[in-house]
């Protein structure tokens, strides 16, 4: 059974940091691709940031620079920092594990931590 379970979020400042942490059981993660998505009130889905099971990453535009997504693979966990926070950063955030199953993707997600920046 595939559980991801996510942390970090709350409350911070803009121009402030947050390190988001996924912890993921029920799958074999070093070689998983693992990212984060996050919605805003009113918005779609969108993905933040992706990693690759050999490390390779990418980034939604608004955030490269910004946040950084990482793995330790000896805890099972995924990571996004995100430093310089802005007020459109507000979001649930949420963590992804993409899979295929006779050809068509299929999606695990977690509950997902609530990010605000606010002053």
């Known amino acids: 059974q595939v559980q991801l379970v996510e942390s970090g979020g709350g409350l911070v400042q803009p121009g402030g940091s947050l390190r988001l942490s996924c912890v993921a059981s029920?799958?074999?993660?070093?070689?998983?691709?693992m990212g984060w998505y996050r919605q805003a009130p009113g918005k779609e889905r969108e993905l933040v940031a992706q990693?690759?099971?050999?490390?390779?990453?990418i980034y939604a535009d608004s955030v490269k620079g910004r946040f950084t997504i990482s793995r330790d693979n000896v805890k099972n966990t995924v990571y996004l920092q995100m430093n310089t926070l802005k007020p459109e950063d507000t979001a649930v955030y949420y963590c992804?594990?993409?899979?295929?199953?006779?050809?068509?993707?299929?999606?695990?997600w977690g509950k997902g931590t609530v990010v605000t920046v606010s002053s």
């Open positions: 992804n594990y993409p899979t295929w199953s006779r050809g068509s993707r299929v999606d695990y």
């Open positions: 029920g799958i074999i993660f070093s070689i998983a691709d």
């Open positions: 990693i690759g099971s050999g490390g390779t990453t």
